[in-house]
């Protein structure tokens, strides 16, 4: 069954802890991106890659980091730089960074502090 | 900057009743549209672009350069259509690619 997936669906941290958000996708996209959900905000931009071994910032990329080593696994650090993490965290992929592909879209992991 | 305007938080209709949810955009280039849609329990997932021209569940929309609109229609709102709808636009590619949502409108519609 062809998507992405995104683990876990729950996730709480502490304060001053690093923690890392899981996107997956078996299908066979070069671009991931990730976002952030806030209740009223609608979805904004953390980071995106193009490629293996390649990322740009979007808009909102402070304390946040990732890696993209493999084409499947697009990975977000949600660093203790970040002063607000409390969030609703979207992963999702394209066939490439173009304007006509549309996104696909994870279920998403709600990320809360302790 | 490239903006996009859903100037609906919240939108109430009975079922059978017509449905808009307006859309607008500030881009000086020609954009690429998309409706998404999530609705309960569900992933966000595209519902329509404009670019294919097609009705997807009964919506349409059709892209309005001279009013900068991008606004969803539906003649006959069914209760399964409850959902909330985000319209994005899309620009640039590579490194220039960026694909901006608005801050969407939920949909409820009534028996």
């Known amino acids: 069954d062809g998507g992405i997936t995104q683990s876990p669906k729950y996730l709480f941290r502490k304060e001053g802890q690093n923690v890392t958000l899981s996107c997956e996708q078996n299908l066979n996209h070069d671009a991931m991106y990730w976002y952030r959900q806030d209740p009223g905000q609608g979805l904004r931009l953390i980071y995106y890659?193009?490629?293996?071994?390649?990322?740009q910032k979007g808009d909102i990329a402070e304390g946040y980091s990732v890696s993209r080593e493999k084409k499947e696994s697009f990975p977000l650090t949600v660093t203790s730089a970040q002063k607000n993490p409390t969030a609703f965290y979207l992963c999702a992929s394209s066939i490439a960074s173009i304007p006509s592909q549309p996104q696909h879209f994870g279920d998403g992991t709600r990320l809360s502090i302790l | 900057a490239q903006r996009v305007t859903q100037p609906e938080k919240l939108l109430s209709v009975f079922k059978g009743a017509p449905v808009e949810l307006k859309c607008n955009y500030s881009?000086?280039?020609?954009?690429?549209l998309f409706w998404y849609v999530q609705y309960s329990r569900q992933r966000l997932q595209l519902l329509l672009r404009h670019i294919s021209r097609e009705s997807i569940k009964g919506f349409t929309a059709d892209l309005n350069k001279g009013e900068t609109s991008f606004h969803l229609k539906k003649p006959f709102a069914q209760e399964e259509d409850s959902a909330m709808y985000y319209c994005?636009?899309?620009?640039?590619?590579?490194?220039?690619?960026?694909?901006?949502f608005g801050k969407g409108t939920l949909l409820t519609v009534n028996p």
């Open positions: 994005a636009l899309a620009k640039g590619g590579g490194s220039n690619y960026k694909l901006t």
């Open positions: 881009y000086s280039g020609s954009p690429e």
């Open positions: 890659s193009q490629i293996v071994n390649d990322f």
